[in-house]
């Protein structure tokens, strides 16, 4: 339990200061920390995004950086796409999703690295 709290910190702190937290520190940690499966991982850090971005936007709203049509314009469809990947990753075999994960952290940090 207080492994967990402080991936919930970790993860609400880096999110409000990047705008990260799920997909790039709750998976990791709780699969490297806690030893968890992927699938598991991946649905608990959706589940605690709710509470995180609702914290986050409540922050950023208080000292007006929110503008609610480009954040309908991406949540939307990020909520259609989020459906569809959830449908994929149950097919998807286990070794195979960590590699994607991985390799789509990969590219991530590579690109921040040389953009």
Do not use: H, K, N
Not at 28 to 40: A, I, N, T
């Amino acid at each position: 339990m207080p492994r967990l709290v402080l991936i919930g910190l970790v993860a609400g702190f880096f999110s409000a200061l990047f705008g990260v937290g799920g997909g790039i520190i709750v998976v990791p940690l709780l699969v490297l920390v806690l030893r968890w499966s992927e699938r598991p991982a991946m649905a608990t850090s959706l589940g605690a995004i709710t509470v995180t971005a609702c914290a986050g936007v409540l922050a950023y709203a208080y000292v007006g950086r929110v503008d609610p049509g480009y954040a309908a314009l991406v949540g939307l469809p990020a909520a259609a796409g989020a459906l569809a990947g959830t449908s994929l990753q149950q097919r998807v075999p286990r070794r195979a999703l960590s590699l994607l994960f991985a390799l789509l952290l990969v590219v991530i940090a590579i690109t921040l690295i040389v953009g």
